[in-house]
């Protein structure tokens, strides 16, 4: 298979899993509503690491442009493939939040909270506050790349190392997600928040523009300091 491909499917994947978790807690009706921040945390965990299993022999599975840029920074993956992995992670993010949609179609309707829909599609601040917020969004970035390239390094039983990913993005949301959401992938924010924009989900409200850079640009520059940070040390 084409790892552009792989690289769209292993992201559709992610989103489907990840943001149908966060749906099925913040939506009226739903079996699991009020389920709490672990379900998600894990749920999260878990489907990053099915969704690396799944593509991880085709393209790596970055899933993640701040992953692809982070692996570019450190030498491990080819420049000239940056622009076409990310590309592909924006439109697997995109399809998947509209297979949410559809799976959650009548939910949407008895919610009466915008601000919850939104939150199925993207992230958001606990509080408000530009500076601290990206702040939080550039050092979670960082230690999943540093985490990320340091689980690398390190010799596994085979196939486990997709369980320890998981593990460390579970991690991440219990320890760091509590003030932003944990976007730590701008196409996990920005793809599924064009969908939302775009979507006709009944009274969806704003989509939030006024944030939307903070989950690209944090993630990005968290990637980058992460993988200098490993240079660095190692």
Same mark, same amino acid.
């Given at each position: 298979m084409n790892p552009y491909l792989g690289?769209?499917?292993?992201?559709?994947?992610l989103i489907l899993?990840?943001?149908?978790?966060?749906?099925?807690?913040?939506?009226k009706g739903t079996k699991s509503e009020n389920a709490g921040w672990l379900t998600i945390c894990i749920t999260w965990g878990l489907a990053v690491t099915f969704a690396i299993y799944a593509v991880g022999d085709i393209s790596g599975a970055h899933?993640?442009?701040?992953? +692809?840029? !982070? $692996?570019?920074?450190?030498?491990?993956f080819e420049w000239s493939m940056v622009f076409g992995y990310i590309l592909?992670?924006?439109a697997g993010a995109f399809a998947g939040a509209i297979l949410v949609w559809l799976h959650y179609f009548p939910h949407w309707k008895t919610t009466s909270d915008s601000g919850a829909k939104l939150a199925v599609f993207a992230t958001g601040p606990a509080i408000r506050n530009t500076t601290f917020n990206l702040i939080s969004e550039v050092i979670a970035t960082a230690v999943l790349i540093f985490g990320i390239l340091y689980i690398g390094a390190n010799e596994? +039983?085979? !196939? $486990?190392?997709?369980?320890?990913?998981?593990?460390?993005?579970?991690?991440?949301g219990l320890g760091l997600g509590g003030t932003t959401g944990f976007a730590i992938n701008p196409a996990r924010d920005l793809g599924p928040r064009i969908a939302h924009a775009i979507l006709p989900i009944a009274g969806k409200g704003s989509s939030d523009w006024g944030y939307a850079w903070?989950?690209?640009v944090g993630p990005v520059v968290g990637g980058v300091l992460g993988a200098i940070l490993h240079q660095l040390i190692f």
């Open positions: 690289e769209f499917l292993g992201t559709l994947l899993l990840g943001e149908g978790v966060v749906a099925g807690v913040v939506l899933l993640n442009p701040a992953v +692809t840029i !982070g $692996l570019a920074m450190h030498g491990d592909s992670q924006f596994f +039983t085979q !196939g $486990l190392k997709p369980l320890v990913v998981g593990l460390l993005i579970t991690l991440i903070i989950p690209v």
